[in-house]
């Protein structure tokens, strides 16, 4: 299965949601590729850590490559860098990407991404996404099977999701008609302070599909993402470590499972 990770609100944890869920998938001993096409390559650097910075070759290598003619391609293998932890691997993003995006916008390059992700063949997939809906996320959303919003309990979070469910219908329909919302993941949640179950409260009583657990505000994230460690392998006995391995757990269920009880 392949999951992105996509809201256009920054600051709601899209990189350590798809980081943190990819590590529970090879916690479980999946072959996980995570896939950071944001530019600010903050997921590559929660996983590979200082050396993220100089990892050759990597997303903008991914597209440069489709903008010239070459008789011979790269072979998909070489994209990929293994991770410190067991079964997790990454393609990385650059910053360098930001300046290819005017080229892969009008050279319409959406279906880059795709292509290679069907060449590596790994069972479970998690792209993260820049704050913005651009190529990149596009590329995201046409190469993946179900879409996670994450949503940090933040009134214009919460405004913004009606968009964002337009915006995976349009692709639907457009480009890619396997793709389906698996659900909205509550990110940074505080059980006990009011405004953050209001929100969410809100979100469950319009019928949106809300998914437990939610994750818990905690400085003990802030900590693995110093040590370029997601929280299963940085303190797996941690409450957040449970979360996301319970909320992964989730995901594998069967659909009428996943969702939050009414």
């Not at 999946?30 to 996983?47: G, H, I, K, W």
């Not at 009583?205 to 693995?224: C, K």
Request: hydrophobic share 45%; proline share 8%.
């Amino acid at each position: 299965m392949r999951f992105v990770v996509f809201n256009q609100k920054g600051g709601v944890g899209k990189s350590t949601v798809a980081a943190n869920l990819a590590a529970a998938a090879a916690a479980r001993d999946e072959r996980t590729l995570l896939v950071d096409l944001d530019p600010q390559a903050n997921a590559s650097q929660y996983v590979l850590g200082a050396v993220a910075a100089e990892a050759k070759p990597n997303l903008v290598d991914v597209f440069e490559e489709s903008l010239s003619f070459r008789l011979f391609k790269t072979d998909p293998k070489l994209f990929v860098h293994p991770s410190p932890h067991p079964k997790l691997d990454l393609l990385p993003a650059h910053p360098g990407v930001e300046g290819l995006l005017p080229k892969l916008e009008s050279r319409h390059k959406i279906f880059r991404v795709l292509e290679v992700v069907d060449a590596l063949g790994y069972p479970t997939v998690f792209f993260d996404t820049p704050p913005a809906f651009n190529v990149l996320t596009l590329s995201a959303l046409v190469a993946a099977d179900r879409v996670l919003i994450p949503f940090d309990c933040d009134d214009f979070a919460r405004r913004a999701i009606g968009p964002l469910l337009e915006r995976v219908e349009e692709v639907r329909g457009d480009h890619n008609p396997r793709l389906r919302v698996e659900g909205i993941v509550v990110n940074h949640f505080q059980g006990r302070a009011n405004f953050p179950q209001q929100a969410v409260d809100e979100l469950v009583a319009a019928g949106l599909p809300v998914l437990e657990p939610y994750i818990s505000a905690s400085v003990r994230v802030r900590e693995s993402h110093h040590a370029a460690k997601p929280m299963v392998f940085f303190d797996p006995s941690h409450k957040v470590s449970g979360e996301f391995e319970a909320l992964y757990e989730r995901l594998r269920a069967p659909r009428k499972d996943r969702r939050r009880a009414s």
